[in-house]
């Protein structure tokens, strides 16, 4: 079994920056790839980012390229984004997870078999 727990959300203003951490518990996690995702109320759970399992790769969705940074570190099982230029848009509920498969970067839900419980990121304008 694998254990997910995300960290780092709060209250921001728009236009700054926080870093949310996921981090793993046992062996299988550096051979996998990593994602995060979001849920904003009312709204369907969404991609944000994926790193694959070296770190060398990364993928974006539109919404956070250029703004936010994915990360890892094989080392201590845990995976980071960085979130810089917040924007009240960004609000939600903030979701790591483990790719099904030791290939890529998926970005599709289905693609991720185990999830953190997520944090909150909330930005006033």
């Known amino acids: 079994q694998v254990q997910l727990v995300e960290s780092g959300g709060g209250l921001v203003q728009a236009g700054g920056s926080l870093r949310l951490s996921c981090a793993a518990s046992?062996?299988?996690?550096?051979?996998?790839?990593m994602g995060w995702f979001r849920q904003a109320p009312g709204k369907e759970r969404e991609f944000v980012a994926a790193?694959?399992?070296?770190?060398?790769?990364?993928y974006y969705a539109d919404s956070a390229k250029g703004r936010f940074t994915i990360s890892r570190d094989n080392a201590k099982n845990t995976v980071y984004l960085q979130m810089n230029s917040l924007k009240p848009e960004d609000t939600a509920v903030y979701y790591c997870?483990?790719?099904?498969?030791?290939?890529?970067?998926?970005?599709?839900?289905?693609?991720?078999?185990?999830w953190g419980q997520g944090t909150q990121v909330t930005v006033s304008a």
């Open positions: 997870a483990r790719g099904r498969s030791v290939a890529g970067v998926p970005v599709e839900l289905r693609e991720y078999d185990y």
């Open positions: 790193i694959n399992w070296s770190g060398g790769r990364t």
């Open positions: 046992g062996r299988t996690f550096s051979g996998y790839a």
